[in-house]
Nanobody, 117 residues
Framework: VQLQASGGGLVQAGGSLRLSCAAS????????MGWYRQAPGKQRELVAD???????NYADSVKGRFTISRDNAKNTVFLQMNSLKPEDTAVYYC????????????WGQGTLVTVSS
């Protein structure tokens, strides 16, 4: 199983980006999928996650600006990021809990988001 993240880049403050993460391989089922980020010198933190049923959870710092969604048919999770701030600059990682009886957590390779002031 692999998670392939894409969509990062350089954007000015106030701009928008959309991240995508597609899971591929031998997948029986996917539970929670989410996005985490890690800024230089800081610990990795949860940005948002979403269950297979569509229930969402957001970090306080991104509520009202970011929207997480998923396409279960395509095993893909998205993160729409609006009103970006310089403090959103980080490497963004997608995460998925995959499997039936035996669930394994997989991480994508990370995609860099840089927000300039």
């Amino acid at each position: 199983v692999q998670l392939q993240a894409s969509g990062g880049g350089l954007v000015q403050a106030g701009g928008s980006l959309r991240l995508s993460c597609a899971a591929s391989g031998s997948i029986s089922s996917i539970g929670v999928m989410g996005w985490y980020r890690q800024a230089p010198g800081k610990q990795r933190e949860l940005v948002a996650d979403i269950t297979s049923g569509g229930s969402t959870n957001y970090a306080d710092s991104v509520k009202g600006r970011f929207t997480i969604s998923r396409d279960n048919a395509k095993n893909t999770v998205f993160l729409q990021m609006n009103s970006l701030k310089p403090e959103d600059t980080a490497v963004y990682y997608c995460r998925g809990v995959i499997g039936g009886f035996l669930k394994i957590t997989y991480w994508g390779q990370g995609t860099l988001v840089t927000v300039s002031s």
